[in-house]
């Protein structure tokens, strides 16, 4: 009996031993104030997103100017020094209405064929009128923030969805229509949300760079919405500029199409499924070549935020596509994949040398930065840059460099500090803070989507 009970003490000790290893420590940042604040170097677990490194990145400015294991520190820098963590770029919700988000989960009465049935009902129609009232109040810069703020504490540095020419925008995360503070032409992205037939006119290609288009947003059985794939090629939109949005009607034809000249896909798994009980066939995109990035979609029908659409993504993956989409792609399709399907892989979606120091840091859950990716939750997010600019983070690490800029957030038990004030950018309402944006919206709408649901 003692010899049974001390080989039991001994299994348990050992498996005691390895569940304790299998849990990650805390993320822990150690922040060393330097005196040139436009000068930072952080310095952990570099992912690039084609393999990891032990280095540092360094920032000067708004420019990644270092990222290697070893960089000539600039003098004067502030120094993050970043342990049990992983260090990304900046993540890019690749399609998304940004404007939609205060709005609550809408569930919809039936499932549906095609995008044109749900958007003609009536209960969709009720639970759209805020943002048409909302929106007639004046309000559109408050709806549009808030939605940005929602992205950025998921560690989203550059959102698609937003219509351009807004300039009280300029103050958040990227939008990528917008193309905020990174120099490219007026209308080097163009999208187009309504049905294709009605799209008139034609695009100056040696412009335009990126066609973001909704495209057959329906079942595969149903003939109507694939055959906007025809359309597409007739109006002469259908280049390797052209980036396709959901593409859930399609069938093989369609992705060898695509691949052939170099079109892209954009993917929004859970919006589909709750809209039509399935979503775009991955799986065979994928065997043709085509170029996949996620997207949100948006509040209403989609995820929470991007962690929740990725591990949506990663369940369909194993359960309907045998999965197709392997483990090392999940943060290609929220980082490079979208930088090139929105034309903006010269600026943005790597961390590397002259491209903007758009940063997410991460708790590590897992020894493989994709698999901590995939089981990483809102309160795991760590720091948030875009262009340089540290805008979100936990509170010990903002109290620090930005000790009085910023708003507490308490993100499920989690305290962090946002920078939602910008007191340098002369655009309108950028000296709104988060409190004031939560508060006119709740003056005005009673229902307000939760910011950490």
């Not at 929106?135 to 698609?160: N, R």
């Not at 052209?242 to 060898?256: D, S």
């Amino acid at each position: 009996m003692k010899k049974r009970f001390r080989e039991l003490e001994r299994t348990l000790g050992a498996a005691m031993l390895v569940l304790l290893l299998a849990i990650p420590s805390w993320a822990a940042i150690t922040v060393a104030v330097g005196t040139d604040p436009s000068k930072q170097i952080l310095k952990g677990k570099i992912v690039t997103p084609d393999q990891v490194l032990d280095g540092e990145v360094v920032i000067e400015g708004e420019t990644i100017t270092c990222v290697a294991v070893d960089c000539d520190d600039p003098a004067g820098a502030t120094v993050f020094t970043i342990t049990n963590a992983y260090i990304f770029p900046g993540f890019i919700d690749a399609h998304n209405h940004v404007a939609y988000n205060f709005l609550p989960k809408w569930t919809p009465p039936k499932l549906y064929q095609r995008r044109a049935q749900w958007q003609a009902t009536q209960s969709y129609k009720v639970f759209k009128k805020p943002y048409d009232e909302l929106k007639e109040k004046g309000l559109t810069c408050e709806i549009i923030k808030y939605g940005e703020i929602k992205a950025l504490i998921s560690g989203v540095t550059t959102i698609q969805g937003t219509s351009p020419g807004s300039s009280c925008i300029r103050v958040l995360i990227r939008n990528a229509e917008n193309q905020n503070k990174l120099g490219l032409k007026s209308l080097h992205i163009r999208t187009y949300i309504l049905d294709i037939s009605s799209f008139k006119g034609g695009i100056d290609w040696n412009v335009t760079k990126s066609f973001v288009v909704h495209l057959a947003e329906g079942l595969d059985t149903d003939d109507r919405s694939r055959n906007e794939f025809n359309i597409l090629k007739q109006k002469g939109l259908f280049t390797g500029q052209t980036a396709i949005i959901h593409g859930t009607a399609f069938r093989e034809a369609e992705f060898k199409e695509m691949a052939q000249v170099g079109a892209k896909l954009i993917w929004s798994p859970q919006s589909n499924l709750v809209l039509y009980g399935k979503t775009t066939n991955i799986r065979l995109a994928l065997q043709q070549g085509v170029l996949v990035s996620l997207g949100v979609d948006w509040n209403p029908s989609g995820s929470d935020n991007i962690f929740d659409e990725l591990r949506v993504a990663a369940q369909v993956n194993d359960s309907q596509f045998d999965n197709a989409i392997a483990d090392s792609d999940w943060i290609k399709m929220i980082t490079v994949n979208p930088s090139k399907a929105l034309a903006l892989d010269s600026e943005i979606g790597k961390l590397a040398q002259g491209l903007k120091a758009d940063i997410t840091v991460l708790q590590s859950k897992n020894s493989d930065p994709h698999q901590s990716l995939l089981n990483t939750h809102l309160q795991d997010v760590q720091m948030v840059w875009v262009g340089g600019n540290l805008l979100y983070g936990n509170k010990t690490v903002l109290e620090k460099v930005k000790p009085t800029q910023c708003e507490a957030l308490t993100v499920h038990g989690s305290e962090k500090r946002i920078c939602v004030k910008d007191t340098k950018e002369n655009v309108p309402k950028a000296t709104q803070t988060l409190a004031e944006i939560k508060a006119i919206l709740q003056a005005n709408y009673s229902n307000l989507a939760p910011l950490t649901p």
